[in-house]
């Protein structure tokens, strides 16, 4: 009876691995396609002042699906953070957010929807001509979050976003996780 027992609490045992990696291939999968219909262009920064420790970087995210984007890292900064820019008594507050969304088909510019990304804690200058490496973490439908790597370009310190840069389109590759 023991013999029984085990027997079938190995088949399920194996059973159940097998199912959890079919799941885990579906959705990587799944992430994986999802992945194909976002589009990251144009991200760009200031260089920086001399004793600045802090950037912010703009960019545009197109996605052919409703997605959100929920976290951005830099090896060029100790901390990377999505924030939102208003104006409220005549004064710019910026604020931390946790996401933000991306609806399916619109093309949607951070500074434009009036959001940016903020590098603290900046481990080097920006440098023009120089480019800063991002991970941008997007949530795509209910599949997961994709990794997207992209790289800004670092632009002169009186640089401003104008509508002849938005076409450039910087290398991006999807890391899955």
């Known amino acids: 009876m023991d013999k029984k027992i085990m027997s079938n609490l190995n088949?399920?045992?194996?059973?159940?691995?097998?199912?959890?990696?079919?799941?885990?291939?579906?959705a990587a999968g799944n992430?994986?396609?999802?992945?194909?219909?976002?589009?990251?262009?144009?991200a760009w920064s200031r260089a920086t002042a001399p004793g600045?420790?802090?950037a912010s970087v703009d960019l545009t995210i197109t996605s052919k699906r409703a997605a959100t984007l929920v976290g951005v890292s830099s090896p060029a900064a100790k901390t990377a953070e999505l924030h939102s820019m208003t104006t409220e008594d005549g004064m710019m507050r910026m604020r931390e957010?946790?996401?933000?969304?991306?609806?399916?088909?619109?093309?949607v510019n951070l500074s434009e929807s009036g959001y940016h990304l903020m590098l603290n804690g900046l481990k080097a200058p920006l440098k023009e001509g120089e480019t800063v490496p991002l991970t941008l973490s997007i949530r795509v439908g209910k599949q997961g979050v994709?990794?997207?790597?992209?790289?800004?370009?670092?632009?002169?310190?009186?640089?401003?976003?104008?509508?002849?840069?938005e076409d450039e389109h910087m290398h991006m590759h999807m890391h899955m996780h």
Do not use: C
């Not at 992430?31 to 144009?42: C, H, L, R, V, Y």
């Not at 957010?97 to 093309?107: C, D, H, Q, W, Y």
């Open 11 to 26: 088949r399920f045992g194996w059973l159940a691995a097998a199912l959890l990696v079919s799941f885990a291939s579906y």
């Open 31 to 42: 992430a994986a396609s999802n992945a194909g219909d976002i589009e990251i262009s144009g």
């Open 52 to 54: 600045q420790d802090a």
């Open 97 to 107: 957010v946790k996401s933000i969304e991306l609806p399916a088909g619109k093309r």
């Open 146 to 165: 994709v990794k997207f790597e992209t790289m800004a370009e670092v632009r002169s310190l009186t640089e401003t976003n104008d509508a002849s840069h």
